[in-house]
């Protein structure tokens, strides 16, 4: 079983026991997914692509996963545009261009940075605060997988979900 089949496996468990998952299941089109790229004006790393694709805009673990141009009565793009605003005092300039940001609850981010392209095509996923932005992980799988290896680790009432054959994958102890 690859990633994407774990992954897809895990969160459809996540979204029937846990409350705090919200998964839309209302999947993007191909068309609005192109309108999106179109106004951030870069590629949607595949792997983002797909997870607006199979699960839609969701709420996991915190974070917001959006994927069409409208958001909350304003554009993402114009989100993208607010969290860069905030960063540059800080950062520097050209943030815009580098980034796509998540939309995270804590006080922290998270970004796709566009400047470390690493496997795949794919772009570096980063955490951000007011200090800097530090390597997360190496793509959004990677990042979705350890963020549900965290969360079960964490919430030990939902350990029931994992299957006994995949404890290993999960690398649990």
């Known amino acids: 079983m690859n990633k994407k089949m774990y992954i897809e496996k895990y969160l459809t468990r996540l979204d029937q026991y846990d409350e705090g998952t919200t998964i839309s299941w209302n999947k993007l089109s191909e068309e609005e997914l192109d309108a999106y790229s179109k106004a951030l004006g870069k590629e949607i790393p595949n792997s983002y692509r797909w997870f607006l694709e199979t699960f839609g805009e969701s709420s996991l673990f915190g974070f917001g996963f959006e994927g069409k141009i409208e958001y909350s009565g304003y554009t993402i793009v114009d989100l993208n545009k607010e969290k860069v605003a905030e960063l540059e005092p800080f950062l520097g300039a050209g943030l ?21 392209i690493l496997i795949d095509n794919e772009p570096e996923i980063v ?25 079960f680790g964490d919430e030990e009432e939902l350990a029931f979900l994992i299957d006994e054959a995949d404890k290993e994958y999960f690398e649990w102890k």
Do not use: Q, T, V
């Not at 815009?96 to 922290?108: A, G, M, N, T």
């Not at 955490?127 to 549900?148: T, V």
């Open 96 to 116: 815009e261009k580098r980034y796509l940001f998540f939309i995270d609850e804590s006080s922290d981010g998270y970004a796709f940075d566009y400047d470390h």
């Open 127 to 151: 955490c951000w605060d007011w200090m800097g932005f530090y390597p997360k992980r190496k793509n959004f799988y990677s990042f979705l997988w350890d963020e549900i290896k965290n969360y």
